[in-house]
Nanobody, 126 residues
Framework: QVHVVESGGGLVQAGGSLRLSCTAHGRTYSSAAMAWFRQPPGKEREFVAAISWSGGYAVYADSVKGRFTISRDNVAKTTIYLQMNSLKTADAAVYYC??????????????????WGQGTQVTVSS
């Protein structure tokens, strides 16, 4: 079984930055794409960014391009990050980390993700 844990949420002023972290824990877990999604208050969950197992390929939602960067730890490969800069009040949401099953490396929001974290709250004040 794979257990996904996020951290790094909090309160930040508009224009500020936050960095989220996520680790997928599993004894033999590897070779899978991972992603970030978010759910703003009163809205449906939406895709934010995804990254390949190698870390060499990433895709982003249009709303965050140029402001957010997803990356993967080169040593602890099952750990990913989301660097969020120039935050807007519209970015406020619960952010969820998601991971595909082992050996599934399909990068994008349209693909199925098998494991999800509990979410971390990001609040942006104006």
């Amino acid at each position: 079984q794979v257990h996904v844990v996020e951290s790094g949420g909090g309160l930040v002023q508009a224009g500020g930055s936050l960095r989220l972290s996520c680790t997928a824990h599993g004894r033999t877990y590897s070779s899978a794409a991972m992603a970030w999604f978010r759910q703003p208050p009163g809205k449906e969950r939406e895709f934010v960014a995804a990254i390949s197992w190698s870390g060499g390929y990433a895709v982003y939602a249009d709303s965050v391009k140029g402001r957010f960067t997803i990356s993967r730890d080169n040593v602890a490969k099952t750990t990913i990050y989301l660097q969020m800069n120039s935050l807007k009040t519209a970015d406020a949401a619960v952010y969820y980390c998601a991971a595909q099953r082992a050996d599934s490396d399909y990068v994008g929001g349209e693909y199925e993700y098998d494991y999800w974290g509990q979410g971390t709250q990001v609040t942006v004040s104006s």
